[in-house]
């Protein structure tokens, strides 16, 4: 058994595929925006774990997100194998990181927002 999909809730799933997709590299899986429907999926690793990015219109949804976004924790990681040339060429296209890259016990991280409710992890182990 494999993960085969994992979901982001997304404060507007149609500009957050556009971000994922132009900003940070993703791929598209499957784009409906008519129905908010937005998967996207690494370019570096194209049959791997897909990423819904899902609307935040529950209620319990919304709370959730904006908890964990309050809270500063980020809602997935993301890995690199060069963190700190994937931190730099972010910053240039606009990505706001509340983070820079920090070595921990385990590897390097940084943390950036992705605009739409949440923070994401970079990591390099």
């Known amino acids: 058994m494999k993960i085969g999909m994992t979901s982001i809730y997304v404060s507007d799933p149609v500009a957050a595929f556009q971000y994922y997709t132009t900003t940070l590299g993703f791929m598209e899986r499957m784009f409906v925006p ?3 429907l937005a998967i996207v999926v690494s370019k570096e690793d194209s049959t791997g774990i897909n990423l ?8 319990v949804a919304k709370t959730y997100q904006e908890a964990l976004y309050k809270s500063g924790i980020p809602v997935i990681t993301m890995f690199s194998d060069d963190i700190h040339a994937e931190y730099e ?3 240039e296209l ?3 990181f509340k983070k820079s890259p920090t070595n921990a016990d385990w590897g390097t991280e940084a943390v950036f927002d992705d605009t739409f409710g949440n923070y994401v992890q970079l990591a390099q182990l």
Do not use: D
Not at 52 to 59: D, H, I, S, T
């Open 34 to 36: 008519e129905a908010n």
């Open 94 to 96: 606009g990505v706001v």
């Open 52 to 59: 819904l990015l899902e609307p935040n219109e529950n209620p």
């Open 89 to 91: 060429k972010l910053k």
